[in-house]
């Protein structure tokens, strides 16, 4: 149970890192690591625990991901583009 809760840990700064280079203002969310922590012990475990590297194995592999992961990720990275058009926008 330890790894799988050290992977997770990973998983979400790995995300966290993503949402950082996405939007310096977009944050983690807990929905992401619930919904995609199995698919980065799968497809990334070997890149553990250098976490750029997870991100980068994740987008990646992302047309790999489960569809409830994708989903998530599609959704945050869609937030993270609002949030990106509105402060271009109020500049």
Known sequence: MTRNRTIATLFALATTAI?????????FS???QQMCSGDAM???S???PDIP???AC??????????????????E??????????EAAAQ
């Open 19 to 27: 949402a950082f280079q996405t939007s310096p203002g977009f944050a």
């Open 30 to 32: 807990p929905e992401a």
């Open 42 to 44: 799968r497809l990334c």
């Open 46 to 48: 070997s890149e553990i």
């Open 53 to 55: 590297r997870i991100t």
């Open 58 to 75: 994740m987008v990646r592999n992302k047309a790999q991901v489960s569809p409830g992961c994708r989903a998530v990720m599609d959704r």
């Open 77 to 86: 990275h869609a937030a993270a583009a609002a949030s990106r058009k509105k």
